[in-house]
C-alpha cells in the first residue's frame, strides 16, 4: 500500500481519521508506524496530501490530514472488455486501476460463456475494493467508472458513443493485425497530449467474424503485438501498458 485511500465521509472537519480493519493492519503491521510519522493519504476521487500519526492502538490508528495537493490527472486510456473467468477478472481488478484504466466497459460476445454474467466478482461489494486496492498501490485516487452489458449489438450500435464520451481513438486486439499499437497510435493521434483511447479486448477465445467487422464499422482500427494468443489477463496487461506508453505526453 503505497497510498492510504479515505472515504470523504470519514474524515472530520479539522482532518481527523481513525482507522481499522486492513489499512489500520497495514499501517501497524507492515509500516509499523509510530505517533509522529508520517504518511502518504489522499481522498476517494479527490485530493491528496500526507497524514501525521496522532496516535496508535492495538488495531486501529488515529491520523490528522493534510490534503494539499490537487487530485491526480484523469487517466487517458477507457478498456472494453470481454467478460472473462470469474478468477481471471477477479485477478485483473486491482491491476486495471493501477495501470490507470478511466472506465471498464464489461461486454458480452459470442464466446463469453453465460454464466460469467452471473458471478459475485462482477457486483460493486466484490470489484470496489479491488478497484481501490489497485489505486493505493499507484498513489492514484480517481475509481474507475464501470458498466456491464449483457448485449455487445446493443453497446456497439447505441450505447458506446455516450458511454465513451468520444474518445479519440479507439482500438481493438487482433493477434492477426499487422500494426502496432504504437503505429496506430501515433498515426491517428499525433502530438495531441490529451487523447484519449478506448482499447476492446475480446474473450480468450477472440472475437467471432461479425464482432470484429461491427467494431471496425465503429471506428475501431485493428492492433496487434505479434501472432502469440494470450490468455485474458496477459493480454490486458501488456496491451494497456503499450496504449500509455504510446500515448502522447502532456506537457
Same mark, same amino acid.
Do not use: M, Q
Given at each position: 500500500m503505497n497510498l492510504v485511500i479515505l *472515504?470523504? %465521509?470519514?474524515? +472530520? &472537519? %479539522?482532518?481527523k481519521v481513525r482507522l481499522s480493519g486492513p489499512r489500520a493492519a497495514h499501517l501497524l503491521q507492515v509500516l509499523r508506524v509510530k505517533d509522529g510519522q508520517t504518511?502518504?493519504? %489522499?481522498?476517494l476521487n479527490g485530493a491528496l496530501g500526507a &497524514?501525521?500519526?496522532? +496516535?496508535?492502538?492495538? #488495531?486501529?490508528?488515529?491520523?490528522?490530514?493534510?490534503? *494539499?495537493?490537487?487530485p491526480p490527472r484523469p487517466q487517458r486510456v477507457d478498456l472494453l472488455l470481454a467478460v472473462p473467468r470469474p478468477k481471471v477478472m477477479r485477478r485483473l481488478w486491482a491491476q486495471l486501476a493501477a495501470l490507470g484504466v478511466r472506465r471498464i466497459i464489461l461486454t458480452n460476445a459470442e464466446r463469453v460463456e453465460r454464466p460469467y454474467f452471473d458471478t459475485h466478482v462482477l457486483t460493486p461489494q466484490c470489484y470496489r475494493p479491488l478497484l481501490i486496492e489497485g489505486l493505493q498501490q499507484a498513489r492514484d485516487t480517481l475509481l474507475p467508472a464501470v458498466s456491464i452489458h449483457r448485449r455487445f449489438k446493443v453497446l456497439i450500435e447505441d450505447e458506446l458513443d455516450v458511454i465513451d464520451e468520444g474518445a479519440g481513438l479507439r482500438l481493438? &486486439? *487482433?493477434? *492477426? &493485425? %499487422?500494426?502496432?499499437? +504504437? #503505429?496506430?497510435? +501515433?498515426a491517428r493521434l499525433g502530438p495531441e497530449p490529451e487523447a484519449r483511447v478506448l482499447l476492446a479486448i475480446g474473450p480468450e477465445g477472440g472475437w467471432n467474424a461479425f464482432e470484429l467487422g461491427l467494431l471496425q464499422a465503429h471506428r475501431f482500427h485493428h492492433v496487434g503485438m505479434g501472432s502469440r494468443t494470450l490468455r485474458t489477463d496477459t493480454a490486458c496487461l501488456a496491451l494497456l501498458a503499450l496504449v500509455r506508453d504510446a500515448l502522447p505526453r502532456p506537457a
Open positions: *472515504d470523504p %465521509g470519514e474524515l +472530520s &472537519a %479539522g482532518g504518511v502518504r493519504v %489522499g481522498v &497524514a501525521t500519526v496522532r +496516535s496508535v492502538g492495538d #488495531e486501529t490508528v488515529d491520523l490528522t490530514c493534510v490534503l *494539499d495537493a490537487r481493438v &486486439a *487482433d493477434p *492477426d &493485425a %499487422g500494426p502496432s499499437v +504504437s #503505429e496506430i497510435v +501515433s
